[in-house]
């Protein structure tokens, strides 16, 4: 099994001449994202703010689900433009209504961890039967098998990706998970799988994503969009303020990431135990990050990175960056020569 640094893309023979040639534009379903960003659904990182400098720099944005609906309505009703998206749990079927009626959503994403679930299916299936207008992502998942039977089930979007996040212990606590390169490839085969064409469904690769380098790897694997958590975790548009250490003139800004299953964000959210009072299935962490400035800054870095990325490969077009790209296994030794040696050996 093969994540990011396990692989490369080979070049090939190229005859695009500036990258500015290159369009990262993708398709999330029916609708168009100018850079194939989504901001993660996380408390500390999308709220209004950020879902429109999403919508500005042509990406989507996620508003985060921990709250009261009349809080994530009034959150939403603050979007100004473009497809309005928001994150709901498993058979939450009034905060849905309310949601698609109210704010006129165009995308709910079923937002769990484990989204090869009989539950994940029942809230599908209920939005389909209910709002058949709605686009449905779901996830998260990992094998080609949970792919396969999400598209059947009807979901319009896959979130792959199970134990890869920034914070996130699932696999050192559970031993569960599949690295993102061999998730995708078998996701976009559980696609095929399903009877439906390639384009029908769209995967969006969620977690581990740290270089502009590891977004075109995975939409070369075959994701048609990646989310952000850590990325833009501390930058200006986050819902956390900025807070202050150390005495002027020396004082550092920082902001507060929290993974969704940390101990922290569980108990912000008063997300415990019906029965015992108990916070349980910590399987998170949270970190001050250092302040990042806007957002704008990393978009930019990340979509100027793909377009480097397709122009190595000769490709003017995202469909044709997956059809041109060629992911080579790399040895351990190529990681380090990958990396700027000259500067960590000071």
């Not at 704010?103 to 058949?132: F, M, R, S």
Request: with cysteine; proline share 4%; aromatic share 4%.
């Amino acid at each position: 099994m093969l994540t990011f640094d396990d692989v490369a893309i080979a070049p090939q023979y190229s005859e695009i001449r500036s990258r500015k040639e290159c369009d990262t534009t993708s398709q999330l379903g029916k609708f168009k994202l100018q850079t194939p960003i989504i901001s993660s659904p996380m408390e500390t990182v999308t709220g209004p703010e950020m879902c429109n400098r999403m919508q500005d720099l042509g990406c989507l944005g996620i508003m985060h689900r921990f709250m009261t609906t009349e809080q994530q309505i009034q959150a939403i009703n603050q979007v100004k433009w473009g497809p309005r998206a928001a994150a709901v749990g498993i058979n939450d079927y009034k905060r849905i209504d309310a949601l698609i009626e109210e704010c006129e959503l165009e995308i709910i994403d079923i937002d769990v961890a484990h989204g090869h679930h009989k539950k994940v299916q029942e809230t599908i299936a209920y939005i389909k039967n209910n709002h058949p207008e709605c686009h449905i992502m779901a996830g998260a998942i990992g094998t080609r098998q949970a792919a396969r039977d999400l598209a059947i089930w009807g979901a319009d979007s896959i979130r792959v990706g199970v134990g890869g996040g920034s914070l996130c212990e699932t696999r050192i606590r559970t031993g569960v998970g599949v690295p993102m390169i061999s998730s995708l490839k078998q996701a976009r085969l559980g696609v095929l799988g399903a009877g439906l064409d390639a384009n029908g469904v769209s995967l969006v690769a969620d977690g581990g994503i740290r270089y502009p380098g590891d977004m075109a790897k995975a939409l070369a694997a075959g994701a048609d969009a990646v989310i952000l958590g850590s990325l833009l975790a501390g930058t200006k548009e986050t819902p956390q303020p900025i807070s202050k250490r150390g005495s002027w003139p020396n004082e550092v800004l920082y902001k507060r990431y929290a993974g969704a299953a940390s101990l922290e964000a569980k108990s912000d959210s008063g997300r415990v135990s019906t029965v015992t009072g108990d916070i349980k299935y910590v399987e998170g962490n949270s970190k001050i990050i250092p302040y990042k400035g806007k957002a704008k800054r990393i978009v930019m870095d990340m979509r100027e990175g793909l377009q480097s990325a397709m122009s190595y490969v000769g490709a003017k077009t995202i469909e044709e960056f997956k059809q041109r790209s060629n992911i080579e296994r790399v040895s351990p030794a190529s990681v380090i020569e990958a990396r700027p040696h000259l500067l960590e050996a000071k």
